[in-house]
């Protein structure tokens, strides 16, 4: 079933999700027995999709169709069916889709030529969306719809306009446009750092020489992102940050995720060239992220953004909030990834208390399944064996290994990534030679465009010292 679409978009449900699905089919489809009975047999494999139990030919087996694969094919596509329907469904029962709903409810009505049940359920949708109005992307363009829904709509032989001119439209999508562009701004200028193609220069200058709205908070809040991620000023992106904590029922939460992303993308990218302040910065937004459950979606955490958290703690010196946040948040990660992500970041804590032995000893027997975890716990096994040796043949010999890795595993992995590694090895290789000047290996560091565990080898440039 790997290929099915219903594996794939199974595989994107987290575990309370599967069980409420199993729910509804049970509910609803109770005459389908066989479609229940499938549906809770893929289920179990939750956290191991993967699984060659989970070939057509195998479940088929398991379900007892006598290598039937085209019954269970089809019954597949049925449930791919159903599962969308139901999460439409859902969709449509959050708060976030609750105009959409209501429009679909007056179309209903209208068709039906019911209009006095019509006029009611318009007004209490304006009246509803006056005192709940959440200033985001559609605002504006919502308003405009609710009154030309009722615009060409008698009303005992008159039209109500709801004192709803046409400047008032164009004005409303003014607003709209600029709030607009300066969020479809922020995501081209977060893009262009991996896209050939050249800035569009000509709508930056429009957002940057336009003033925002003072009653609008959706213009104002990305049109400050903006700013703060096309100059890199760190008041303009500590203004940005108060914004975000200030926009509870003023911007939508998912207006709230994209700045939160935005802002965590920028702080890191700055923190890779000066750790103070951006180090610090960063880590108080990932402490906000886990305050108000952005960082933590349907109950889960990334293993990647799990390993980012404790190694900025670590960098910032906070490394009792890595420890609580490793005890408290681990329930978070997938329950099949709890057991590396737990060890890597133990690791990382232990490094950063230099506890080298500790690393070596949590790491060295470890085989990570995901690459990125191979590389970082194989970066911190080999400083680890710099600090312990220094220049030994033994330290030699985990470079050279290393760097055998790097060829072997490169196959389907960015060159800006693998860079970073090679230029790592490298420094580590320039310090042991004790060839060079300090200023020519620092000039190095400081120069390269990706480099791992950068500002530990500033750190052990301090103590370098030329052989001759």
């Known amino acids: 079933m790997h290929g099915t679409k219903l594996l794939q978009l199974v595989k994107t449900l987290s575990k309370k999700e599967l069980k409420a699905f199993t729910k509804y089919l049970k509910a609803n489809y109770a005459s389908s027995a066989s479609l229940v009975k499938l549906f809770e047999h893929i289920e179990s494999f939750y956290g191991d999709w993967e699984s060659s139990d989970l070939q057509l030919d195998h479940v088929s087996t398991a379900l007892k169709q006598a290598n039937n694969t085209k019954a269970i094919s089809n019954k597949s596509s049925d449930l791919y069916k159903i599962l969308l329907d139901y999460l439409v469904k859902k969709e449509l029962d959050t708060e976030e889709y609750t105009f959409e709903k209501n429009t679909i409810i007056l179309g209903i009505l209208e068709k039906r030529n019911l209009d006095k049940l019509r006029a009611q359920k318009w007004n209490a949708i304006k009246k509803a969306f006056d005192q709940n109005k959440k200033v985001d992307s559609w605002t504006p363009v919502k308003e405009i719809q609710i009154n030309e829904l009722n615009y060409y709509k008698k009303i ?248 055998a890795f790097l060829d072997r595993k490169n196959t389907h992995i960015g060159k800006n990534f693998l860079a970073g590694y090679r230029t790592y090895i490298n420094t580590i290789e320039k310090l042991m030679r004790e060839e060079l000047e300090k200023s020519e290996i620092q000039r190095y560091i400081v120069g390269a465009d990706n480099i791992v565990m950068k500002f530990w080898l500033l750190e052990k440039l301090k103590s370098y010292r030329k052989k001759y």
């Open 156 to 403: 005992g032989n008159k039209y109500d306009a709801s004192n709803k001119t046409l400047r008032d439209s164009i004005e409303l999508l003014h607003q709209f446009e600029l709030g607009l562009k300066s969020k479809y701004a922020c995501e081209i200028l977060y893009r262009s750092q991996f896209l050939t193609s050249p800035h569009d220069e000509k709508l930056y200058s429009f957002i940057l020489n336009t003033v925002p709205s003072p009653d609008n908070f959706f213009q104002h809040i990305f049109h400050t992102l903006f700013k703060t991620l096309y100059t890199s000023s760190l008041p303009l992106y500590r203004e940005t940050f108060q914004l975000l904590k200030d926009s509870d029922g003023k911007i939508s939460e998912k207006d709230k995720q994209i700045i939160f992303l935005h802002l965590i993308n920028f702080s890191a990218k700055q923190s890779r060239k000066n750790q103070q302040p951006y180090g610090t910065e960063l880590l108080a937004l990932f402490k906000f992220g886990l305050e108000t459950k952005i960082l933590v979606k349907d109950q889960q955490i990334t293993r990647v953004r799990f390993h980012n958290i404790v190694d900025v703690a670590c960098k910032t010196g906070d490394i009792e909030f890595g420890r609580n946040f490793i005890r408290d948040y681990q329930k978070y990660l997938p329950t099949n990834q709890i057991a590396d992500t737990v060890i890597l970041a133990k690791a990382i804590i232990s490094f950063a208390e230099k506890d080298f032995e500790g690393v070596q000893e949590r790491l060295s027997r470890m085989n990570f399944k995901y690459v990125d975890e191979k590389f970082r716990a194989q970066s911190l096994i080999l400083s680890s064996f710099f600090e312990l040796q220094g220049n030994s043949s033994t330290t030699w010999d985990k470079c050279h290994a290393f760097k």
